[in-house]
């Protein structure tokens, strides 16, 4: 059997119906379509939200309230109220000197309504400690920060981030200025470097003003909601960690590891685990998105099987010329191999569009996202399609080749 002449055959009965053929085909590029993308977006995605993580400093280390189990997030991180971690146990350890621990900071977390003049916005404020530019490695480009006999005096200084700055104050300088949080008045004594959205905190809309002063005064709470702090190098990180276990189970008066009521982490452990979840969920809806595939083919094998009774007289024809089963099975599957391979094309053409939709759409929205269409993922799209078309064009082939050429040729 010459297989140029039956992909030709083929070409043939997909244009003689296009809109059935399109239909038939439409399974198949809508699932090719949504694997590509979801292997794109999904790899993207979690490349940004890695890169966020990473951007935090793979030498900074995170104190948070709560015992997290079995490797997994404290309760902390899902918005359970949990008040086991104080601003003392942060000054604590600072007092402990211990050598690889270089800076340390608390933090606090509330949103409220500020207001200058006439001006009001909704924020994020930030209770901080003194050492917040240097565990973030943050800059102030006007003015300046506030000092730590500022913070322990609980005095109400604000310092603002580059575009909430903006915002209220426009060319305007606002040192000096005076705006209020929670009816009490800061004074604002700088403004941050502009530094950039991220995925989960963006800086430059934030205040930040004395972790005490953002207890007492705007939370009414005695319990920071994180410490933070950066170790010397990567190296001394783990034993940095438990050092600071021991020293939190001790002041904490605990006795047992399992009973402990906070979580030490390094960001490089927060990317091992998420890197683990993300992988997992993006492969997740690769197999859902796969599904659609599966409902195409559904929909090639009914349309083949159509397609056989159609030509029950061609068939019968053909063998009564001496065409054997197998060349009978042949043509069908290589014409149900040319639908999915054109689908497979088109969905490929189409999954590209869309992720380079999506990554400009995220871009223009401000995030750094990376357009990511793997190569593999294209190879695998077509290769399924293919696969998909010829297990589902095999019942129809078979079915067509077993046809008695006698009865085919007197059926009507």
């Known amino acids: 059997m010459n297989v140029f002449e039956a992909a030709f055959n083929s070409w043939k009965m997909i244009t003689r119906n296009k809109m059935r053929s399109f239909l038939t085909m439409l399974g198949i590029i809508i699932g090719v379509t949504a694997v590509i993308v979801v292997m794109s977006v999904g790899t993207s995605a979690q490349n940004l939200i890695l890169n966020e993580v990473k951007s935090m400093g793979s ?208 960001v490089q452990e927060a990317l091992d685990a998420l890197s683990m979840v993300t992988t997992a969920i993006r492969f997740f809806l690769v197999a859902v998105s796969a599904i659609s595939l599966i409902v195409g083919g559904f929909g090639i094998m009914n349309i083949m099987l159509a397609t056989v009774e159609e030509r029950v007289n061609e068939i019968g024809l053909r063998k009564a010329v001496g065409a054997k089963n197998i060349h009978i099975t042949m043509q069908f599957l290589i014409e149900t191999a040319a639908i999915t391979f054109i689908s497979g094309i088109i969905g490929i053409i189409l999954g590209v569009l869309v992720s380079v939709t999506i990554a400009s759409i995220a871009g223009f929205m401000g995030y750094k996202w990376d357009l990511i269409i793997s190569f593999p993922s294209i190879i695998v799209a077509s290769f399924v399609s293919i696969v998909v078309g010829l297990v589902f064009g095999l019942v129809p082939a078979r079915k067509a080749s077993r046809l008695n050429p006698i009865e085919a040729l007197r059926y009507e």
């Open 59 to 266: 030498n900074m280390v995170s104190i948070v309230p709560g015992k997290a189990e079995e490797g997994g997030p404290p309760s902390s991180v899902f918005g359970v109220v949990i008040t086991t971690l104080k601003y003392e146990d942060g000054e604590a350890l600072l007092e402990r000197n211990y050598p690889s621990i270089v800076a340390l900071s608390s933090y606090v977390k509330g949103n409220d309504r500020v207001v200058w003049e006439d001006k009001k916005a909704d924020i994020n404020f930030y209770g901080v400690s003194s050492s917040y530019i240097d565990v973030e490695d943050s800059e102030v480009e006007k003015g300046r920060f506030f000092t730590k006999e500022e913070e322990e005096a609980q005095a109400r200084l604000a310092v603002l981030g580059s575009k909430i700055a903006e915002d209220l104050f426009g060319d305007r300088n606002p040192l000096g200025e005076k705006i209020k949080i929670k009816k009490s008045n800061f004074t604002i004594i700088g403004v941050m470097k502009e530094k950039g959205g991220g995925l989960t905190q963006n800086q430059d809309q934030e205040i930040m003003v004395p972790v005490r002063t953002a207890q007492s005064v705007l939370l009414g709470i005695d319990y920071v909601s994180m410490v933070r702090f950066k170790v010397d190098s990567i190296e001394n990180i783990d034993k940095s960690i438990g050092y600071v276990e021991d020293f939190l189970r001790e002041r904490h008066d605990i006795d047992d590891p399992k009973d402990d009521d906070f979580t030490v982490r390094s």
